[in-house]
């Protein structure tokens, strides 16, 4: 067999390492330049690459190609491969894998979700691994051990194009409108990709959902084959009764026993819950385990209080919907930094929440006229930067003691930053250093 993988990213050198590992003849091919750590472990372990372009007849050789979750299917490279089986590293890793896949996606708290589910399962002493849209591709993952449990968390790019891959356990936060760029301005098509989940599932299978969801509660009479479906319910009561493999569990998230911030992540916390006790966790061990996570970097991270004013980097939203839970979990009046390359955001939603909740608009952008427009007509204090020094500043002489500075884009970042993490680390740092003056 020959494999042709397309790009030399995470996901690509993964795949390209794994297939080594299998003995598949693989080659390796990116339009763009590979960066340096993954050029090493190609080289390494002796894997052909090409950089800087495709050479057409080596890929169009093939058997199969993996292509990256980066990669559109409607890319040029893609069309000239119509008579080749095209596939995701997902799917390719998921071949090899003898542990049980539990899969986290959702448009907002799937990095929060899967990274509690691996808390509460290695807390308990289970062999888990925790890998895909979260920074470590699942084929790299295999070649370095074996595990009993893989946690993946999984984009729509990444559940596109599925046709085997199965979890056992399988959870589905939430859908609401992002990446709309990619399916053409075309929820149906961005919620048919995350539902991709549920292609392959068995009735010995589980399904964790939002049950006020209405895109997922409206597809599951459609699908013929359902795994046993658990809905958690996303409402202000923070104690839950479940029955599960047997036995009861009273599963408490309320936010003395869950340390993180937001309804939306005493949400998060249920359905990690949930998964860990469908994968044998007693409840007193997720209760030990529960208190002891304490949220990731970027998402709703508590960063200093210069002047006695709590600071937030919430950086990770980068959508409306995300925006709208950061801006719900404070009491407090919000100076509220927004703004960054907006993918067709509609942000009538939150025009009630911001009414009631900010003081002052912040926007940062390279291009900030569509949130001006939007929130002119309420009558708030607006001031635009591109600068994230100024846009702090100007936070700062607007804010008082007690009150809250929020950097919550409900924007992309790549018009002033390399990505959201830098846009975080940027802030903290200048937080930082204002405490320090």
């Not at 590992?21 to 763009?32: E, H, R």
């Not at 046993?228 to 047997?246: C, K, M, R, T």
């Not at 002119?376 to 635009?384: F, N, V």
Request: hydrophobic letters at 40%.
């Amino acid at each position: 067999m020959r494999l042709a993988i397309l790009g030399g990213g995470e996901s690509g050198t993964g795949a390209a390492l794994l297939a080594k590992q299998q003995g598949i003849d693989v080659f390796l091919s990116d339009a763009g330049i590979i960066k340096a750590d993954y050029k090493h472990l190609l080289t390494t372990h002796q894997i052909p690459f090409e950089e800087g372009g495709h050479t057409i007849e080596k890929i169009q050789s093939a058997d199969e190609v993996i292509k990256s979750p980066g990669i559109p299917h409607t890319a040029t490279i893609i069309r000239k491969l119509q008579n080749i089986p095209i596939i995701d590293e997902i799917e390719f890793a998921a071949r090899y894998a003898k542990g049980k896949i539990i899969a986290v996606t959702g448009s907002n708290g799937k990095s929060t979700t899967a990274h509690l589910i691996y808390h509460l399962l290695h807390a308990a002493g289970y062999q888990v691994a925790l890998a895909g849209n979260i920074g470590y591709s699942f084929a790299k993952c295999l070649t370095q051990s074996t595990y009993a449990y893989y946690v993946l968390e999984l984009s729509s790019f990444q559940l596109e194009a599925i046709k085997d891959f199965k979890p056992a356990i399988a959870c589905l936060l939430n859908i609401t409108p992002d990446h709309l760029d990619r399916y053409h301005s075309s929820i149906e098509a961005y919620a048919q990709a995350k539902l991709n989940l549920l292609r392959n599932m068995t009735p010995l299978d589980h399904f964790i959902y939002n049950k006020a969801d209405p895109i997922t509660t409206q597809y599951l009479p459609k699908q013929k084959i359902l795994p046993q479906l658990h809905p958690i319910s996303p409402i202000d009561n923070p104690n839950n009764l479940l029955h599960l493999n047997g036995q009861d569990y009273t599963l408490s998230t309320s936010r003395e026993q869950v340390a993180l911030l937001g309804r939306h992540n005493q949400y998060n916390a249920m359905v990690a819950a949930t998964a860990a006790a469908l994968a044998g966790l007693s409840s007193e061990t997720i209760a030990t385990a529960l208190p002891t996570f304490c949220g990731l970097p970027h998402r709703l991270e508590w960063c200093g209080a210069p002047q006695g004013i709590d600071c937030y980097n919430d950086s990770k939203s980068t959508n409306v919907a995300s925006t709208t839970a950061a801006l719900l979990s404070f009491s407090q009046p919000i100076i509220w930094i927004a703004g960054g390359i907006d993918k067709g955001n509609n942000y009538a939603p939150l025009l009630p929440i911001v009414q009631e909740q900010v003081k002052a608009i912040i926007c940062l952008g390279k291009d900030n006229s569509a949130i001006i427009k939007s929130f002119r007509p309420l009558g708030l204090p607006i001031k635009e930067t591109d600068n994230l020094s100024s846009a702090i500043d100007n936070a700062l002489s607007i804010a008082l003691p007690g009150e809250v500075i929020l950097l919550s884009p409900a924007c992309a970042s790549f018009d002033l930053f390399k990505n959201f993490e830098d846009r975080g680390n940027q802030f903290k740092e200048q937080i930082n250093a204002r405490i320090q003056k």
